[in-house]
């Protein structure tokens, strides 16, 4: 069975603060696809990172980062410097065999002035 | 930036009604694919389609769904008879490969049914 597991409901810091939001997932496929998104308040997804099985680099975007780690089968994602823009519902999804996403119960992140 | 458009942003319709969401792909895009997200809720696959025809559906992808191409750009998810349940926000998205290329989402149809 396929599956992604967001533990983290709801995560709540201060501006500036650094977080990480948590994602595990579940495949028996050995090529496989990760992938991250953000769902602002205005409800719209927007794709942030994808990342393949056979890449276990971490990634660096600006304030993004991820790191992907398949011996504990995780994908997190930390945010540095947190702004207030950063406000969303993030989503972490794994692409199956099919082709189809498997989405994550997702993590809302608020980030108080 | 080429994006997904879709139409109309929010449908209410009563129950029973046969609705149609409307989706317009990024235009060199082959693959397009309709998710669901029931408010506060996760995403969920529905269908993904490919070479004017279905490649995978999910198990909430019955038959009161139908997915069409009816044109060269154009791409719609009908709901023959709503039901309450059905409630939620339609996500229409697509990709100019399967597999490891990101999928581009619309803005989403917000759809009410009562």
């Known amino acids: 069975a396929q599956k992604v597991t967001q533990a983290q409901t709801e995560i709540s810091v201060v501006e500036k603060e650094d977080v990480t939001l948590d994602c595990v997932y579940e495949?028996?496929?050995?090529?496989?696809?990760l992938f991250w998104y953000k769902q602002p308040p205005s409800g719209e997804l927007v794709f942030l990172i994808r990342?393949?099985?056979?890449d276990e680099q971490n990634e660096i975007s600006g304030r993004y980062s991820w790191n992907f780690q398949k011996s504990t089968s995780s994908f997190n994602f930390t945010i540095t410097a947190s702004q207030v823009v950063d406000s969303a519902v993030y989503f972490c999804?794994?692409?199956?065999?099919?082709?189809?996403?498997?989405w994550g119960a997702g993590t809302k992140l608020i980030i108080k002035p | 930036e080429p994006e997904v458009t879709q139409t109309p942003s929010h449908q209410v319709t009563q129950m029973g009604q046969e609705v149609i969401l409307r989706c317009v792909p990024i235009?060199?895009?082959?693959?397009f694919y309709w998710y669901r997200q029931i408010l506060g809720q996760k995403v969920e696959f529905l269908v993904s389609?490919?070479?004017?025809?279905?490649?995978?559906k999910s198990e909430i992808f019955d038959d009161q769904f139908s997915v069409e191409r009816p044109d060269g750009s154009n791409f719609t998810l009908k709901i023959r008879s709503t039901k309450l349940e059905d409630s939620a926000m339609y996500f229409c998205?697509?990709?100019?490969?399967?597999?490891?290329?990101?999928?581009?989402f619309g803005p989403g149809t917000r759809l009410t049914v009562t």
């Open positions: 990342r393949n099985s056979f």
């Open positions: 999804a794994l692409s199956n065999s099919n082709y189809q996403l498997i």
């Open positions: 998205a697509s990709s100019e490969r399967s597999g490891d290329y990101e999928q581009y």
């Open positions: 495949t028996r496929d050995t090529t496989y696809y």
């Open positions: 389609f490919y070479n004017n025809e279905i490649s995978e």
């Open positions: 235009s060199n895009h082959l693959y």
